[in-house]
């Protein structure tokens, strides 16, 4: 189909979809960027997007973090953004809980969302039962076990980032507000009207957040989370000019 939505010349843009603590696959997946890179003719530039949720629910979400924190600094001359989910925020704020908000339902939340793999990841022992004092312990327990470089690392997120006709964020946008006017919050969680809405927008959307079987190409937008996590692929969307095509592990 023709698409109005274009990647600039000279670039080729890799985005790769929800991690979820799985760094095995994450391994595989840049090695199959880096010997996609090296058929047919290379591109000008590359810049490598990561749309978010590297951790929670796998089982090294701590080897996740350190392995996206030795891509970011190789110097191999490719640019990354690194895109934040409403998971990596959900840790971000278990740590350091934001003012204006009641952080024990958020802990809550965040450990039913598998934030208890995270914390274990980091070496934090879980107790049997998550009562208000356990949580006090475990805060500044996980903050201890953190490294600096990994709360630098997921401080440093962005929302999204926009490439040429498209707008890469974690979960989507609010169809009814201009893409200039997004709400934070917004780009981690949207849903609906986001995802069945009918007709272009601005931009064209890729995003991770929603699970689907394979990747979930429409006009608007197209969905990378082939929910890697509940035994599925990890997917990496490779957009050049007005051509889309995709790698999987
Ligand atoms: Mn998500």
Redesign the pocket.
Known sequence: METPYLIPPGLRVYAIG?IHGYLVPLQAMQEQIAADLLRGAAPERVHIVYL??YVDRGPDSRGVIDYLISRRDRGDGIAKTFIR???DVLFLDFMDPPQDRPPLADAQTWLRWGGEETLRSYGVSLPEAFLPAEFERMMPALRQHVPSAHRDFLKGMRSHVIIGGYYFT??GVDPLVPLERQDRTTL??MREPFLSWSGLLEKRVVH??TVTAEPDVHPHRIGL?TGLYKGGKLTCGVFEGAEVRFLQV
Do not use: L
């Open positions: 929800d978010g949720d989910g409403n998971h974690h979960a981690m969680i991770g957040h989370d």
